[in-house]
């Protein structure tokens, strides 16, 4: 079924993403089969910042309007979590392991 851009179920991306970048282990669990990071970037693109600490939810709310680097925690499984950075000029936006900056 055809995706409506017209449903009011739907929000938009609330920023600009740049480049989309995966680092090395989040290229290696997708291409293995292990991971699709899509639905945690589209959280991400929409405001929703994932399992963070509420002061962490906080400052991302208010990067949205001064322009600061947005960081966003998802939690996949017990075993796997993936962090979505955006710089603060909005030129990349990185998909990491939390081991890896």
Do not use: Q
Request: net charge negative.
């Amino acid at each position: 079924m055809a995706s409506n851009p017209h449903d009011p179920y739907r929000r938009k991306r609330l920023f600009e993403n740049g480049a989309l970048e995966f680092s090395e282990g989040v290229e290696r669990l997708m291409n293995e089969g292990w991971l699709d990071p899509m639905p945690c970037f589209e959280r991400h693109m929409r405001g929703d910042w994932g399992d963070v600490e509420d002061d962490r939810w906080l400052r991302n709310n208010a990067a949205l309007k001064s322009g600061e680097r947005l960081d966003s925690f998802y939690v996949i499984t017990r075993d796997l979590s993936i962090r979505i950075v955006t710089e603060a000029d909005r030129s990349a936006t990185r998909i990491v392991l939390p081991h890896e900056n």
